[in-house]
């Protein structure tokens, strides 16, 4: 079997409402034709084989970039067999090292491609992914939904769901406190305070020890993922469980996190963090630091969803899928079949290979208009008053006698 194609398919996805969706800014203030807001894309690739066997993946990252990527990747990989996936991966990882760093295009590309071939060789062998992966260590998926406010987090509750992370920055503490109150304490919380450019460590440090009182399953992204030494520094000065890693890729981005034991929970995302083969090696290498695994998709597509429940349910330390349960309504309609909740869970797919096809023409309805935006607005709040036009990377929190309330 070799391969004679590599096609891709971009469309600009709608954004989920901002009830459900764990920002304070929005995700979905830009407004395009077709009634779209945000500036969220999805990226799927299709590698074709001569036996008619055809494998589906996706791309995350900077999807429009991506794409020409995936372009300059293709002669590579022509008359290979799409079976030998690691020796793939380690000639797509070679063939772009003199660019500089992998990040998140490269990353993200080879990401696509090698989730395709895991599909592809999961067909040709009629067994899911998760066979090929070591087996099944459960048969449904736990995963947290999305609420900012406690009228969303009761919906979440009412169905069933058992977990929830809010977001942003802007007040963070009695956000906490207010969800806290309406679920109670069954329910799991987490919160995702996003990274730059809200909080320095010494002000995440504070944050996260106000935060101690309500028993959180994590806090996400505290500060800058480049400043590992202020993870350590939170680390060294609170006691909350600390998540990270969804802007790193491969195994070599997410290492230090994780061998400095920076982190209780790592988070690849399922779209650009190098593809399956790296995302068990990640799995592999937390496990062994008894840290457990979420893979990121707050933003992704139903493709990588599907690539990440083959995951977890191989992996040891696969604690929690996340996902956006109000989405953009054309979701449902991009995959065939597309995976649904029940109770809180999803059942692990057991159909050959990833278990899912794109719809090509759905996609085709929905042509890319934008791929990038400032990630909050001004009334979000989470730069500090005044500041919002001037987009920092970096920033204390001003007005700290409010910011911190007293527990």
Same mark, same amino acid.
């Given at each position: 079997m070799?391969?004679v194609?590599?096609? #891709?398919?971009?469309?600009?996805a709608?954004?989920p409402?901002?009830k459900?969706?764990?920002?304070?800014?929005?995700?979905g203030?830009?407004?395009?034709s077709?009634? $779209?807001?945000?500036?969220?894309?999805?990226?799927f690739?299709?590698?074709?084989?001569?036996?008619?066997?055809t494998?589906?993946?996706?791309?995350s990252g900077?999807?429009?970039?991506?794409? #020409?990527?995936?372009?300059?990747?293709?002669?590579?990989?022509? @008359?290979?067999d799409? #079976?030998?996936?690691?020796? $793939? +991966?380690?000639?797509?990882?070679?063939?772009?090292?003199?660019?500089?760093?992998?990040?998140?295009?490269?990353?993200?590309?080879?990401?696509?491609?090698?989730?395709?071939l895991?599909?592809i060789?999961?067909?040709?062998?009629?067994?899911?992914?998760?066979?090929?992966?070591?087996?099944k260590? =459960?048969?449904k998926?736990?995963?947290?939904?999305h609420?900012?406010? !406690?009228?969303?987090?009761?919906?979440?509750?009412?169905?069933?769901?058992?977990?929830?992370?809010?977001?942003?920055?802007?007040?963070?503490?009695?956000?906490?406190?207010?969800?806290?109150?309406?679920? @109670?304490?069954? &329910?799991?919380?987490?919160?995702?305070l996003?990274? !730059?450019? +809200?909080?320095?460590?010494?002000?995440?440090?504070?944050?996260? =020890?106000?935060?101690? %009182?309500y028993?959180? &399953?994590?806090?996400?992204d505290p500060?800058?993922?480049d400043? $590992?030494? @202020?993870?350590? /520094?939170?680390?060294?000065?609170?006691s909350?469980?600390l998540?990270?890693?969804? /802007?790193?890729?491969?195994?070599?981005g997410?290492?230090?996190?994780?061998? /400095?034991?920076?982190?209780?929970?790592?988070q %690849?995302?399922?779209? /650009?963090?190098?593809g399956?083969?790296? &995302?068990?090696k990640?799995?592999?290498?937390?496990?062994?630091?008894?840290? &457990?695994?979420?893979?990121?998709?707050?933003s992704l597509?139903?493709v990588?969803e599907?690539?990440?429940?083959?995951?977890?349910?191989?992996?040891?330390?696969?604690?929690?899928?996340?996902?956006?349960?109000?989405?953009?309504d054309?979701?449902?309609?991009?995959v065939?079949p597309?995976?649904?909740?029940?109770d809180?869970?999803?059942?692990?797919?057991?159909?050959p290979?990833l278990?899912?096809?794109i719809?090509?023409?759905?996609?085709?309805?929905w042509?890319?208009?934008?791929?990038?935006?400032? !990630?909050?607005?001004?009334?979000?709040?989470?730069y500090?008053?005044?500041s919002?036009r001037e987009?920092?990377?970096?920033?204390?929190r001003w007005?700290?006698?409010?910011?911190?309330?007293?527990?």
């Open positions: 070799k391969i194609d590599i096609k #891709t398919f971009l469309m600009h709608g954004a409402s901002l459900s969706w764990a920002s304070d800014g929005s995700f203030t830009q407004h395009f077709k009634n $779209l807001t945000g500036s969220r894309n999805w990226l690739v299709k590698v074709v084989t001569d036996e008619g066997i494998g589906i993946g996706e791309c900077w999807p429009r970039v991506i794409r #020409t990527a995936i372009e300059d990747l293709k002669p590579l990989l022509l @008359g290979e799409p #079976t030998h996936i690691e020796r $793939l +991966w380690q000639k797509m990882q070679i063939a772009i090292m003199g660019h500089g760093m992998t990040g998140v295009v490269g990353a993200g590309a080879m990401t696509g491609i090698d989730m395709a895991w599909d060789k999961g067909k040709a062998l009629n067994t899911p992914v998760w066979n090929l992966l070591g087996g260590l =459960r048969d998926i736990r995963i947290y939904g609420a900012n406010t !406690p009228e969303t987090a009761l919906s979440l509750k009412q169905r069933g769901i058992t977990a929830l992370k809010c977001g942003g920055v802007s007040d963070p503490v009695r956000k906490v406190a207010a969800l806290r109150e309406a679920v @109670g304490a069954e &329910m799991d919380i987490a919160i995702d996003h990274g !730059p450019p +809200w909080l320095t460590p010494a002000d995440a440090t504070q944050v996260c =020890r106000a935060l101690e %009182p028993r959180m &399953m994590w806090v996400e500060i800058a993922p400043n $590992l030494d @202020g993870y350590a /520094r939170i680390r060294d000065h609170s909350v469980t998540a990270a890693g969804e /802007r790193m890729a491969t195994i070599f997410e290492r230090e996190l994780i061998e /400095r034991d920076l982190i209780d929970v790592v %690849p995302d399922t779209g /650009r963090a190098g399956i083969t790296q &995302m068990k990640i799995a592999a290498m937390a496990e062994a630091h008894h840290i &457990m695994l979420a893979p990121h998709s707050g597509g139903p990588a599907y690539a990440a429940l083959h995951l977890l349910a191989s992996c040891p330390n696969g604690l929690v899928l996340e996902r956006i349960e109000d989405d953009w054309g979701r449902a309609k991009t065939i597309h995976p649904v909740s029940r809180g869970y999803i059942d692990v797919p057991d159909r290979g278990g899912v096809e719809d090509e023409d759905f996609i085709a309805q042509p890319s208009e934008m791929n990038v935006s400032i !990630p909050v607005t001004e009334a979000a709040g989470s500090a008053e005044g919002f987009h920092v990377y970096v920033q204390t007005k700290r006698g409010v910011y911190f309330p007293e527990n």
